[in-house]
């Protein structure tokens, strides 16, 4: 066997496998691969079979053939396939945090009472992803055609066929061990997840960034080879379509605006470093996205009968860790598992191609991986500061959006300088390097989706619960003699929101029958808040933080009953 075969083997397969094997709980990224720690060792004579047959493919192939697959028409069977996989891997497992994958059960309950009450569930930073998902969930219901779990299955199902038809966009004309490594680095990951019917409020945002990377990524590729062959009103009008993707996705979803840094990169390489010509495109990317956020913010904060509030967003006041959790050893290693998750085939692929080439240079040798490098390490500096508000790893999805930007450099990186050359259609080295990628991405991938598309005991009491709440909850408000008292919006989604907090605890309690004393503590500080809701200003702040206090004492002994619960004690 090769040499090169053996270091290989070695670090796709034998060392991801015994880490898989032999991972301690604190590695969570790999505690769900632990049931197929056995596959690494199957995929090997996999590795050697996918080696031979693809070096006859590989050889043959000139970058100019083209066939059905680089056909528009490609895209029909492309996205119904696509649709077709992730509604097989849709998410089916419903669990609190940290078992649960963010806030997903929690939004079973909160998106269809607000929903209800208001017209939407608000938020500053999730925008339009949740007023879609609010909207969608009431005219299924009105219809009798979904659930709330509908309504997110089906717009991030929808986000995942667009994605596919966007790689596909990207990858057409590129050769075709170029393609597979697109696909294992840009879609094939864990963060596939999002798109497999994913209850949360990033899959529309994710589609959004990536296409505003592969659109930059794609015009820098077109500048690199003849620089001064695009005239500058094509800079500047692809600068501006630009801007506007990129915000709509900080309208979808906030995390969009650490795309900033990379976009002021992108205008500085188009620009050549000339003043004026900055200026020019810079206001041309400005202009339009800033008039965007404006028009939709406006509306939004001021006008609609539902406003939403600024001053709740995480981008007034950013949940940063302090430099004691910062710089501490298990925060590390939270973003260690962080990447495990991310893009564990594209790394480990990196870093078997950097050790061979050796040069640092390469990192930032062309315009496409600059730019890319920037933004990855702008979501990754996002990841590290932020602080997950559930813990790890139920902040996977919030938390990794740093793989995309990262899986277009790995991308970039990988297929080389002269993608569409002699050089990258040779079987050579590069060819066992795409088909260990491949069999990595797929052993990474596959078992995080199995995980979250099987269903449990478990998770059937808590999708039927959470639809108990909210009927037993929306029942209640027809009847309620409070809330329609309240005068101010704030006051009456306060209400909302603890009485909603109130009913699901009951309910959690309700299986915990010596813990009476436990519930007479809530049914006092639901009578106490409603005393306090119709209170004037000054003795509602005098008097509520008190109760806050109090009743996060009680969610926090609830959870620790839901856990037992789950544990079975």
Not at 93 to 120: A, I, K, M, N, R
Not at 157 to 162: D, E, N, T
Not at 243 to 258: E, R, Y
Not at 308 to 333: A, C, K, M, N, T
Request: proline share 5%; charged share 15%.
């Amino acid at each position: 066997m090769p040499f090169r075969y053996a270091v290989l083997i070695f670090s796709f397969f034998l060392l991801p496998g015994a880490a898989v094997f032999l991972a301690p709980n604190d590695l969570w990224a790999l505690r769900h691969m632990k049931p197929f720690a056995w596959t690494f060792l199957g995929a090997i004579p996999l590795f050697f079979l996918l080696n031979s047959f693809g070096r006859k493919i590989t050889g043959t192939e000139h970058p100019d053939s083209r066939r059905f697959s680089d056909s528009i028409f490609f895209l029909i069977p492309l996205c119904s396939s696509a649709a077709l996989a992730f509604f097989f891997f849709r998410q089916q497992l419903f669990l609190p945090p940290p078992d649960g994958l963010g806030d997903s059960l929690l939004l079973l309950e909160t998106v269809p009472v607000f929903s209800h009450q208001f017209g939407y569930l608000d938020s500053f930073d999730e925008l339009l992803e949740l007023y879609l998902h609010s909207k969608l969930f009431l005219f299924l219901e009105t219809n009798g055609w979904g659930t709330i779990h509908s309504s997110y299955m089906l717009l991030s199902i929808a986000s995942g066929a667009a994605a596919a038809a966007a790689l596909w966009i990207f990858l057409r004309k590129r050769i075709l061990r170029d393609k597979i490594i697109g696909l294992c680095v840009l879609f094939l990951t864990p963060g596939l997840q999002l798109y497999a019917g994913y209850v949360e409020n990033y899959s529309i945002a994710s589609l959004f960034i990536f296409c505003v990377m592969a659109a930059s990524c794609i015009l820098l590729e077109k500048f690199a080879q003849n620089p001064e062959a695009m005239i500058e009103a094509q800079k500047i009008k692809f600068i501006a379509a630009v801007a506007v993707l990129a915000a709509a996705a900080a309208l979808l979803h906030m995390i969009a605006g650490l795309l900033l840094p990379a976009l002021v990169c992108l205008i500085v390489i188009l620009s050549q470093r000339k003043i004026r010509v900055f200026i020019k495109m810079a206001a041309a990317g400005a202009v339009p996205s800033v008039i965007i956020l404006a028009a939709v913010w406006s509306y939004f904060l001021f006008f609609s009968p539902n406003r939403i509030e600024f001053s709740g967003s995480h981008v007034s006041r950013p949940p940063v860790y302090g430099p004691r959790i910062l710089f501490s050893s298990r925060h590390f290693l939270d973003f260690i598992n962080l990447f495990l998750l991310a893009c564990p085939a594209g790394m480990t692929a990196f870093i078997y191609s950097f050790a061979q080439k050796k040069e640092f240079s390469l990192l930032v040798s062309t315009p496409q991986k600059l730019f890319s490098l920037t933004a990855a390490l702008t979501f990754a500096a996002g990841a590290f500061l932020i602080h997950p508000l559930l813990g790890y790893p139920a902040d996977w999805d919030l938390q990794t959006f740093f793989r995309i930007p990262a899986g277009f450099f790995f991308f970039y990186f990988l297929t080389g300088e002269q993608s569409n050359k002699e050089e990258a259609v040779s079987a050579g080295k590069t060819l066992s390097v795409v088909s260990a990628l491949f069999l990595a991405s797929c052993l990474f991938t596959l078992p995080w989706l199995l995980r979250n598309s099987e269903s449990s005991p478990a998770s059937d009491t808590n999708i039927r619960m959470a639809a108990e709440n909210v009927e037993a909850f929306l029942q209640r408000m027809k009847n309620d003699s409070i809330y329609p008292r309240i005068v101010l919006m704030e006051g009456k989604k306060l209400y909302v929101k603890v009485h909603l907090f109130t009913g699901r605890t009951r309910s959690v309690l309700a299986a915990r029958p010596q813990k009476k004393e436990l519930m007479m503590d809530l049914n006092r500080a639901e009578k106490k808040f409603d005393e306090i809701i119709m209170m004037d200003t000054g003795n509602y702040d005098r008097e509520f933080p008190f109760l806050w206090n109090e009743m996060s004492r009680i969610n926090q002994e609830t959870a620790a009953e839901r856990e037992k619960i789950r544990i079975g004690q």
